[in-house]
């Protein structure tokens, strides 16, 4: 079977469950009596499995399986959470992220996961030591750790069989790698071993060998009175496997008496691996089984389907437009209630696609905790990270742009923001720094914050290193205000760092945020208190698709400017027009405002109005301008289409729309103008 089809959906699934993964192991290092979590993890990496086994990616599923074998020791208590344990899971976790994104890049080599795979089997059998590949060599431990991987029932069966004189073999079996068939390979060895003896416990278990849900590995716990000797002799009768290991196990441990029914000791050996033992459930913990749950369906669109549904709506949107003049234009009385109807059917319709194009910032904000706590502990800081809003929507297209913004922003916020925790105690502060990444809606736009409780941001130093780099002059800069002073760090390769690291010193980082904000119709600010904290603020517009916008005209030209810019609008005269230090402005209200004739700004052809012209009064985050123009046209909906790859990043303009008449009005770029 063809399964590339399913390549898409195989990894978007995958990366849901390995972010799954990592969230829940980050709770789980801060609440490790939650045994919830570690069910919900087996869960992430059994699905995991299923699907890469499925797909034919045996080293993903090989490692999962692995992953999977430690968690369910996790979950009896058979081995302890600790410190080595969770840095192999993270580093299990971060191996999967890499091999879905060589499937995604179209790699052909597999990433190695050896020595991981190698880890996690040695810290199964509990012979992991930190900083080293070291197992234990003392026979009496192993036997402890062996005789531990069995539940009460099969250290029974293990009793009763030593009582009896029969040998119990632990069995490390591998099957080549490139074998085509290994659940055939599988049941060539259970159907040897099974002929001289009984198998008590395999890992995997038999059912996942049967679906070949595992990696080339098997472990057997087997009964038998043939001698290591023979047993290997007959295993070598098996091409395409090796016999790694063969223990014995002895019963040194005194079995704790239970009131397991005979019956139940009587059952078929070979099924007893399969029968999981009934945990209780911790305190705290409420059953919910027996209630009805209400199930929300959903269905997985992919987004160019969506894109393309938008362009329909947006062709209806302007077609609509052109109906409203065409019926304006010719009176005609019959097409009003028409037009009405079809203007409420646009509405709703174009609320739909763009709701459900809308997507949650949870799934930007869930990569954030993980990367931080690895941040912080290469930089040796404490940090607590809070997360609100994660239910806030934002467009699909700005969601897929806004996370390298905001990994510049935390991680410039670990490193400069936040003091050593020396340094915090020397101030008299928690050892452990807060760092809090927030989202909200606010009409029709989203407000996410980064912000600190650390040093704050010396503006002596924002001056000093303006003036080593040539910005401006010292007395210039000592007259700016604190907005003013602050907006230079986002300038191009500015950075007050002393010393360059892996994380900063080199001038990158904030210049790119502000750009890419920007690019998305949205504005950064960042506000300070000296020993306080700092925190940084991103406006972004809910959608880029459809939008309202002010139609003007200047010259012979018409131009959109989106309402979010737009403050108020107002005439003047052209003697009301004053010159201060060679710029146009107005006194608005008691208040100078800047002016930027649209005309001469874009070279626009055409005469201007006599006497009587039109102010636009725009803002762009704190700043504030009037565009004058010769005409305001009116309020309308407008499409937002690219102007292409050649014409983009032309100062003023954003984009363009097709109008309903079927000319094009360009858009107007505030931030640029301004």
């Given at each position: 079977?063809?399964?590339s089809?399913?390549?898409?959906?195989?990894?978007?699934?995958?990366?849901?469950?390995?972010?799954?993964?990592?969230?829940?192991?980050?709770?789980?290092?801060?609440?490790?009596?939650?045994?919830?979590?570690?069910?919900?993890?087996?869960?992430?990496?059994?699905?995991?499995?299923?699907?890469?086994?499925?797909?034919?990616?045996?080293?993903?599923?090989?490692?999962?399986?692995?992953?999977?074998?430690l968690?369910?020791?996790?979950?009896?208590?058979?081995?302890?959470?600790?410190?080595?344990?969770?840095?192999?899971?993270?580093?299990?976790?971060?191996?999967?992220?890499g091999?879905?994104?060589?499937?995604?890049?179209?790699?052909?080599?597999?990433?190695?996961?050896?020595?991981?795979?190698?880890?996690?089997?040695?810290?199964?059998?509990?012979?992991?030591?930190?900083?080293?590949?070291?197992?234990?060599?003392?026979?009496?431990?192993?036997?402890t750790?062996?005789?531990?991987?069995?539940?009460?029932?099969?250290?029974?069966?293990?009793?009763?069989?030593?009582?009896?004189?029969?040998?119990?073999?632990?069995?490390?079996?591998?099957?080549?790698?490139?074998c085509?068939?290994?659940?055939?390979?599988?049941?060539?060895?259970?159907?040897?071993?099974?002929?001289?003896?009984?198998i008590i416990?395999?890992?995997?278990?038999?059912?996942?060998?049967?679906?070949?849900?595992?990696?080339?590995?098997?472990?057997?716990?087997?009964?038998?009175?043939?001698?290591?000797?023979s047993?290997?002799?007959?295993?070598?009768?098996?091409?395409?496997?090796?016999?790694?290991?063969?223990?014995?196990?002895?019963?040194?441990?005194?079995?704790?008496?239970?009131?397991?029914?005979n019956?139940?000791?009587?059952?078929?050996?070979?099924?007893?691996?399969?029968?999981?033992?009934?945990?209780?459930?911790?305190?705290?913990?409420?059953?919910?089984?027996?209630?009805?749950?209400?199930?929300?369906?959903?269905?997985?669109?992919?987004?160019?389907?969506?894109?393309?549904?938008?362009?329909?709506?947006?062709?209806?949107?302007?077609?609509?437009?052109?109906?409203?003049?065409?019926?304006?234009?010719?009176?005609?009385?019959?097409?009003?209630?028409?037009?009405?109807?079809?203007?409420?059917?646009?509405?709703?319709?174009?609320?739909?696609?763009?709701?459900?194009?809308?997507?949650?910032?949870?799934?930007?904000?869930?990569?954030?905790?993980?990367?931080?706590?690895?941040?912080?502990?290469?930089?040796?800081?404490?940090?607590?990270?809070?997360?609100?809003?994660?239910?806030?929507?934002?467009?699909?297209?700005?969601?897929?742009?806004?996370?390298?913004?905001?990994?510049?922003?935390?991680?410039?916020?670990?490193?400069?923001?936040?003091?050593?925790?020396?340094?915090?105690?020397?101030?008299?502060?928690?050892?452990?720094?807060?760092?809090?990444?927030?989202?909200?809606?606010?009409?029709n736009?989203?407000?996410?914050?980064?912000?600190?409780?650390?040093?704050?941001?010396?503006?002596?130093?924002?001056?000093?290193?303006?003036?080593?780099n040539?910005?401006?002059?010292?007395?210039?800069?000592?007259?700016?205000?604190?907005?003013?002073?602050l907006?230079?760090?986002?300038?191009?390769?500015?950075?007050?760092?002393?010393?360059?690291?892996d994380?900063?010193?080199?001038?990158?980082?904030?210049?790119?945020?502000?750009?890419?904000?920007?690019?998305?119709?949205?504005?950064?600010?960042?506000?300070?208190?000296?020993?306080?904290?700092?925190?940084?603020?991103?406006?972004?517009?809910l959608?880029?698709?459809?939008?309202?916008?002010?139609?003007?005209?200047s010259?012979?030209?018409?131009?959109?400017?989106?309402?979010?810019?737009?403050?108020?609008?107002?005439?003047?005269?052209?003697?009301?027009?004053?010159?201060?230090?060679?710029?146009q402005?107005?006194?608005?209200?008691?208040?100078?405002?800047?002016?930027?004739?649209?005309?001469?700004?874009?070279?626009?052809?055409?005469?201007?109005?006599?006497?009587?012209?039109?102010?636009?009064?725009?803002?762009?985050?704190?700043?504030?301008?009037?565009?004058?123009?010769?005409?305001?046209?009116?309020?309308?909906?407008?499409?937002?289409?690219?102007?292409?790859?050649?014409?983009?990043?032309?100062?003023?303009?954003?984009?363009?729309?097709i109008?309903?008449?079927?000319?094009?009005?360009?858009?107007?770029?505030?931030?640029?103008?301004?």
């Amino acid at each position: 079977m063809d399964m590339s089809q399913y390549l898409d959906l195989f990894l978007e699934e995958a990366a849901e469950h390995v972010q799954t993964l990592n969230q829940n192991l980050l709770k789980l290092e801060h609440n490790p009596e939650r045994i919830d979590l570690l069910d919900e993890i087996f869960r992430a990496a059994h699905t995991l499995k299923g699907m890469s086994a499925t797909m034919g990616y045996d080293s993903i599923a090989g490692l999962t399986h692995k992953m999977e074998n430690l968690f369910d020791m996790l979950r009896e208590r058979k081995i302890s959470l600790d410190a080595k344990v969770f840095n192999c899971l993270f580093k299990s976790a971060d191996a999967l992220d890499g091999m879905l994104e060589g499937i995604r890049e179209g790699e052909t080599e597999p990433v190695n996961v050896d020595k991981i795979v190698k880890e996690l089997g040695m810290l199964e059998n509990g012979s992991f030591e930190i900083g080293s590949e070291a197992v234990q060599d003392d026979e009496t431990n192993k036997n402890t750790e062996q005789w531990d991987e069995l539940n009460e029932y099969e250290q029974n069966l293990v009793k009763t069989a030593v009582e009896k004189g029969f040998y119990v073999w632990r069995m490390f079996i591998e099957i080549h790698p490139e074998c085509l068939m290994k659940g055939v390979r599988a049941f060539m060895i259970f159907k040897s071993l099974e002929g001289r003896g009984e198998i008590i416990k395999s890992v995997p278990a038999v059912q996942d060998i049967e679906d070949e849900n595992f990696d080339s590995s098997l472990v057997l716990y087997y009964i038998s009175a043939d001698s290591e000797e023979s047993i290997r002799k007959e295993m070598n009768k098996i091409s395409e496997i090796k016999v790694e290991n063969i223990d014995k196990i002895s019963a040194k441990k005194e079995v704790l008496n239970n009131n397991t029914e005979n019956d139940n000791r009587n059952s078929n050996i070979n099924g007893s691996n399969n029968n999981k033992k009934e945990r209780n459930k911790p305190e705290g913990i409420v059953d919910i089984s027996g209630k009805k749950q209400k199930i929300h369906q959903t269905v997985r669109v992919d987004i160019n389907r969506l894109d393309s549904l938008m362009s329909l709506v947006g062709e209806l949107v302007i077609n609509k437009t052109r109906l409203e003049q065409i019926n304006a234009s010719n009176k005609i009385e019959d097409l009003n209630e028409t037009i009405e109807r079809i203007n409420s059917i646009t509405g709703d319709l174009q609320t739909v696609v763009q709701n459900a194009r809308m997507v949650a910032i949870e799934q930007v904000f869930n990569r954030f905790p993980r990367m931080v706590r690895d941040l912080a502990k290469d930089l040796g800081k404490e940090v607590e990270l809070i997360v609100e809003g994660k239910e806030t929507e934002l467009d699909r297209t700005v969601i897929d742009e806004i996370g390298d913004p905001l990994v510049h922003l935390l991680r410039n916020a670990l490193d400069h923001g936040l003091e050593s925790t020396q340094d915090r105690i020397a101030t008299g502060k928690n050892s452990c720094g807060v760092l809090q990444l927030k989202a909200k809606q606010e009409g029709n736009h989203v407000i996410i914050s980064v912000e600190d409780d650390g040093r704050g941001i010396e503006l002596d130093s924002i001056i000093d290193k303006a003036v080593e780099n040539g910005l401006a002059a010292r007395t210039e800069l000592e007259s700016m205000d604190e907005r003013e002073l602050l907006s230079i760090i986002f300038e191009p390769g500015f950075s007050t760092s002393q010393e360059i690291t892996d994380l900063s010193g080199r001038g990158v980082g904030l210049d790119v945020v502000k750009n890419k904000i920007q690019s998305l119709s949205g504005d950064v600010y960042v506000t300070t208190k000296k020993g306080k904290g700092t925190k940084f603020t991103i406006k972004l517009p809910l959608t880029l698709a459809i939008i309202q916008a002010l139609l003007v005209r200047s010259g012979k030209e018409v131009y959109a400017i989106p309402l979010a810019n737009i403050d108020e609008t107002t005439s003047l005269e052209e003697q009301d027009i004053k010159n201060v230090q060679s710029q146009q402005v107005i006194l608005l209200r008691g208040s100078v405002l800047p002016l930027v004739d649209l005309k001469k700004a874009l070279s626009v052809p055409g005469s201007t109005k006599e006497n009587e012209l039109y102010v636009v009064v725009v803002r762009k985050g704190e700043q504030q301008i009037g565009l004058v123009v010769d005409e305001l046209i009116g309020q309308q909906e407008i499409v937002i289409n690219s102007l292409g790859r050649h014409l983009s990043g032309i100062p003023g303009i954003a984009g363009a729309s097709i109008l309903g008449d079927g000319k094009v009005s360009l858009i107007l770029d505030i931030a640029t103008l301004i």
